[in-house]
């Protein structure tokens, strides 16, 4: 069975630095994409950026370069999603997902989400 | 990139049919028939219902279907059901460096 497993809530302050985790199991992780999707308090969701878990090679969306970053652990079936310095604004629920083929926004599996909550 | 153009809420009776609309551009949806829908209940992750256009995964009812016209997807649920209720999200290819861009949510309601 495919599942995208990610790490527990979050709650940090404004400033402070944060990595989250997602793990996939049942099935070969270097051979989808993932993505990671935003979905801030009652809004919509959001595409982030993607990894190759093959090569870690990424790209972003221009709302997000620069303000995060993906990375992948292949050796542990892990993705990662990390800011460097967290704002209000980042609090939100993120997702991430697996690419049902290369180069197309077709999500065929999720995590369950994690919740992050930036507050002084 | 803009986020696809939703209609922020449609609803209709147990029974009835109804079609949410999925507006782009002709850099995203009305060049690509890369068009994907998911449904979202409270409180969980997004489900694929729909993708590339018109297809649908293993498991996902025949109630669910899809569309395109141009640069405007649509996603057409018939035989609406009380569990249809949910938030229904589309998604579109918009090119390889900004790969994927969603649609603002339409918020289906069975009366």
């Known amino acids: 069975e495919v599942q995208l497993v990610q790490s527990g809530a979050e709650v940090k302050k404004p400033g402070e630095s944060l990595r989250i985790s997602c793990k996939g199991s049942?099935?070969?992780?270097?051979?989808?994409?993932i993505s990671w999707v935003r979905q801030m308090p009652g809004k919509g969701l959001e595409w982030m950026g993607r990894?190759?878990?093959?090569?870690?090679?990424?790209n972003y969306s221009p709302s997000f370069q620069g303000h995060v970053t993906i990375s992948a652990d292949k050796s542990i079936s892990t993705a990662y999603l990390q800011w460097s310095s967290l704002k209000a604004s980042d609090t939100a629920m993120y997702y991430c997902?697996?690419?049902?083929?290369?180069?197309?926004?077709?999500?065929?599996?999720w995590g369950q989400g994690t919740l992050v909550t930036v507050s002084s | 990139q803009s986020a696809l153009t939703q209609p922020a809420s449609v609803s209709g009776s147990p029974g009835q049919s109804i079609t949410i609309s999925c507006t782009g551009t002709?850099?995203?949806?009305?060049?690509?028939?890369?068009v994907s829908w998911y449904q979202q209940h409270p409180g969980k992750a997004p489900k694929l219902m729909i993708y590339?256009?018109?297809k649908r995964p293993s498991g996902v009812s025949n109630r669910f279907s899809g569309s395109k016209s141009g640069n405007t997807a649509s996603l057409t649920i018939s035989g609406l059901q009380a569990e249809d209720e949910a938030d229904y999200y589309c998604?579109?290819?918009?090119?390889?460096?900004?790969?994927?861009?969603f649609g603002g949510g339409t918020k289906l309601t069975v009366l």
């Open positions: 049942g099935y070969s992780f270097t051979s989808y994409w």
């Open positions: 990894i190759d878990p093959s090569d870690s090679y990424t």
């Open positions: 997902a697996r690419h049902a083929q290369q180069l197309v926004p077709t999500f065929d599996y």
């Open positions: 590339e256009v018109s």
């Open positions: 998604c579109s290819y918009a090119g390889s460096s900004t790969l994927g861009v």
């Open positions: 002709s850099s995203d949806v009305g060049s690509y028939n890369l």
